[in-house]
C-alpha cells in the first residue's frame, strides 16, 4: 500500500460541508474532491478549512471511498475519509454548524 499523502481542502459554506461530510461512518469523514487515484485503507493526512473560518484543521485517516476521474453521471471525482479516533473534535466541529440539517435527504458526493 502506498503512503501516506497530504491533501488540503477549504469548505467554503455550509451546504457543500453537508455535501462532503460523511456521517454515516463511526468517526465521522469527508469527501474530497480529486483528480488524484488512491486507494481503499491508504492513509491520508487533510488540513481542512471549514466555512467561515481560518484556522487550518489537521485530520488523519483512512480513504473508504473513491470515485475515480471519470467516475460515471454526475459524480465528483474523489474520495471519502473515514476520521482517526483521535479527529473527535473536529467531527464535533462539522456536526455542530451542521445542526438540524444532517437527518435531511439533501445531495450528497458519496451516496
Do not use: C
Not at 500500500?1 to 460523511?22: E, H, P, V, W
Not at 481503499?40 to 473513491?66: K, Y
Amino acid at each position: 500500500m502506498a503512503g501516506k499523502k497530504a491533501l488540503s481542502l477549504t469548505i467554503k459554506d455550509t451546504q457543500t460541508l453537508l455535501s462532503a461530510y460523511m456521517p454515516m461512518l463511526e468517526r465521522g469523514g469527508l469527501f474530497v474532491p480529486t483528480q488524484e487515484r488512491y486507494a481503499l485503507g491508504q492513509e491520508i493526512f487533510l488540513l481542512l478549512t471549514l466555512p467561515e473560518e481560518n484556522e487550518r484543521l489537521p485530520i488523519t485517516g483512512q480513504v473508504v471511498w473513491v470515485s475515480p476521474p471519470g467516475v460515471a453521471g454526475r459524480r465528483v471525482p474523489g474520495i471519502g475519509i473515514h476520521f482517526s479516533p483521535d479527529d473527535q473534535a473536529v467531527r464535533d466541529r462539522i456536526e455542530s454548524l451542521l445542526a438540524g440539517q444532517l437527518n435531511r435527504d439533501a445531495p450528497t458526493y458519496t451516496l
